[in-house]
């Protein structure tokens, strides 16, 4: 079967750390990404991990871990706009079907 | 300049009636997709489209029909609209396959009464 687990809801201080986790199964593995999706809004792309390690992005950084199906989305020196869904998502092999996650929905406060 | 819209941005009609949602990409891709974003929130995968061929079709009804006249361009008609398809309807787009970012258009909210 094919799942993408990641929390539900998160809360953060404005100037803090978040660490949002997501773990996968999928039936095949062509990279992972993450996108951003503020509310009424289209998703925006954030990172895209295919090899294990750190990918880092200004204030967002990215990890993959293939071996245990687990990624981390690090988000540093937090913003009030940062509040918004994060979206995690494995594209399968051959690319042309990616599985969203059910998001979380982070809320940053002052 | 957009790199990808939709139209309509809101669509309110009646059970059993007929609709289309028409998409358009300027960046060049050569792969589109229709996704499903219900109220929970969660976005999925209905059709993806490569260079004007159908791909990927995610056991959707159909009542769902995509067409894609050329490369920037993918459409989406739904015959006999239930209750159930109230949602918000995304396009996007992506060079070559699906392992690639994907730019999703702004959303159509379709709501079935």
């Known amino acids: 079967g094919q799942n993408i687990d990641q929390p539900t809801e998160m809360t953060a201080t404005e100037g803090a750390i978040v660490q949002i986790n997501c773990t996968y199964q999928?039936?095949?593995?062509?990279?992972l990404f993450w996108y951003q999706q503020h509310a009424g809004e289209a998703p925006t792309f954030l990172s895209y991990?295919?090899?294990?390690g750190l990918e880092e992005k200004g204030r967002f950084s990215s990890f993959l871990s293939r071996s245990k199906g687990y990624s981390y989305l690090l988000l540093k020196e937090l913003q009030m706009k940062d509040s918004a869904s994060y979206l995690c998502?494995?594209?399968?092999?051959?690319?042309?079907?990616?599985?969203f996650g059910a998001g979380t929905r982070l809320f940053v406060k002052a | 300049d957009t790199a990808v819209s939709q139209t309509p941005k809101y669509l309110v009609t009646q059970m059993g009636n007929d609709k289309s949602i028409k998409c358009e990409q300027n960046?060049?891709?050569?792969?589109m997709y229709w996704y499903k974003q219900d109220s929970k929130k969660f976005l999925k995968i209905m059709f993806s489209?490569?260079?004007?061929?159908?791909?990927i079709n995610e056991t959707v009804p159909n009542r769902f029909s995509p067409k894609s006249p050329d490369k920037a361009h993918l459409n989406l008609h739904i015959n006999s609209l239930e209750l159930g398809d109230s949602a918000v309807y995304f396009c996007?787009?992506?060079?070559?396959?699906?392992?690639?970012?994907?730019?999703f258009g702004p959303g159509t909210r379709l709501t079935v009464l």
């Open positions: 991990n295919v090899l294990d």
């Open positions: 960046l060049g891709h050569d792969t």
């Open positions: 996007a787009s992506s060079q070559d396959s699906g392992a690639a970012e994907q730019f």
């Open positions: 998502a494995v594209s399968n092999t051959g690319g042309f079907k990616t599985i």
């Open positions: 999928t039936s095949g593995f062509n990279g």
């Open positions: 489209y490569n260079n004007k061929e159908l791909i």
